[in-house]
Structures are given as structure tokens and as C-alpha cells.
């Protein structure tokens, strides 16, 4: 079964630095998508950045960028410049025959 | 706003009562999609829907989950005989085909 697994619990960054979220994932597929979704405390999920596996290229989405590792099956999340407005939960998730599996969330603070 | 909307955003009710929330899905969306999701947890896949053929259930789903959406429009997910575990975030999502999901806010339901 396929599982993601993100290991930090809760991450901190300074405003204007570069924070880095990590995820891994285990999947026996080659074709698939994965996600980053982001939950503020209003708790509506929103989309922050999607990656096609069969694409080499990493996805960036203004100051979101991510870091694809096929091989080493990880999936990691680079946030720069960090604004307050970046404060929330961020989830990892693949894409498995259309419904989402989702990691268990790293709780990002912003320090002013 | 055509986002995706949950009713109600808030239900508390006594253990052993039937609860109904309702979806509404991006109009155009074929896929509609409903999760759970506890304090601290990434969400959990409960089912989804093609049109109005429903496509896949988890064994999350007991049989006191029933879930509709009888004219490929608006969902519905109905618990039976509510019980205190069963208090969670109802999180209903929508997409076209493959495509990135879309969340509605959640129904937050307690249980007591």
C-alpha cells in the first residue's frame, strides 16, 4: 500500500528566510502525481504546488519550489522569502487512482 | 464565489443520533470526493464518486456510513448512530478527471 510519510512534525522560520518541508513516499507505481497542500488555521485546504512523476523537472509556483527525488522517492518543499501569511499546516499527498493518501502534516510558524 | 461549499460548518449532536452533510461541488467537476480528518491528522480517504457512480469506499466506511450523489451534482454523507469517534472534520473535495482536487471547508462534527 502506498504511504507517505512526513518527518517533522512542526518546523519554524524566520520571515524572509527559506524553509524546507520534507516527505517520502513508497509506491511500486511509476506514473503518479503528487501534492502539497497547505491548511491554514481556517482549515481550508488549498493547493500549493503539484509534480507529474514522469517529469524531471522540478515544479515551482512563485516562492514554492520543490525538490523531486524519483529514485530516493521523496518529495520535499521549499518555501523562500517566508512571509506570516505562509504560517499553517502543510500536507504532502499522492495521488493513487484519483483519491489523495496524505502524510500526517508539518505545523509551519513564521517568526516575525 | 463557485468553490466547493460543506453544510452545515458545524454539527454537535448525542451519541446514537443520525447526522446528514451535504457537498456542493465546483459545477463542473465529475469527481467528488470526502475524507476525515482528526486534531493533528493528515486526512483520510472515506469515498468518492464519478458522476453519480460511486467508485470506491474505504474500509474506514462502516456500515453506518452511507454516502450519495444522485444526480452527479451534490453529495451527501449521512452517519448512522453517531458514536464519539466518529467526531472529526468531514472534508468533501471535487475535480475534474485526474486534475487537482479542490476542498470545501469542512463540516466539524462533535459527538457527545
Known amino acids: 500500500a502506498q504511504t507517505v510519510t512526513q518527518s517533522q512534525p512542526e518546523m519554524s522560520v524566520q520571515e524572509a528566510e527559506t524553509v524546507t518541508l520534507s516527505c517520502t513516499y513508497d509506491t511500486s507505481e511509476s506514473d503518479y502525481y503528487l501534492f502539497w497542500y497547505k491548511q491554514p488555521p481556517s482549515r481550508q485546504m488549498i493547493l500549493v504546488i503539484r509534480q507529474e512523476a514522469y517529469k524531471q523537472q522540478n515544479a515551482t509556483e512563485n516562492r514554492f519550489s520543490v525538490n523531486f527525488q524519483k529514485a530516493a522517492k521523496s518529495f520535499s518543499l521549499k518555501i523562500s522569502d517566508s512571509q506570516l501569511g505562509d504560517a499553517a499546516m502543510y500536507f504532502c499527498a499522492y495521488n493513487q487512482g484519483g483519491k489523495l493518501i496524505f502524510g500526517q502534516g508539518t505545523e509551519l510558524s513564521v517568526k516575525p | ?112
Open chain 2, 1 to 112: 464565489d463557485t468553490g466547493v461549499s460543506q453544510d452545515p460548518r458545524h454539527k454537535i449532536t448525542k451519541r446514537g443520533q443520525n447526522v446528514t452533510f451535504r457537498c456542493d461541488p465546483i459545477s463542473e467537476h465529475n469527481r467528488l470526493y470526502w475524507y476525515r480528518q482528526t486534531l493533528g491528522q493528515g486526512p483520510e480517504f472515506l469515498t468518492y464518486f464519478q458522476n453519480e457512480a460511486q467508485l470506491e469506499k474505504s474500509r474506514l466506511l462502516s456500515d453506518r456510513f452511507s454516502a450519495e450523489r444522485p444526480k452527479g451534482s451534490f453529495s451527501t454523507l449521512e452517519i448512522q448512530r453517531t458514536e464519539q469517534g466518529d467526531s472529526a472534520m468531514y472534508l468533501c473535495a471535487s475535480s475534474l478527471q485526474y486534475n487537482e482536487q479542490f476542498f470545501g471547508p469542512g463540516t466539524r462534527l462533535t459527538v457527545l
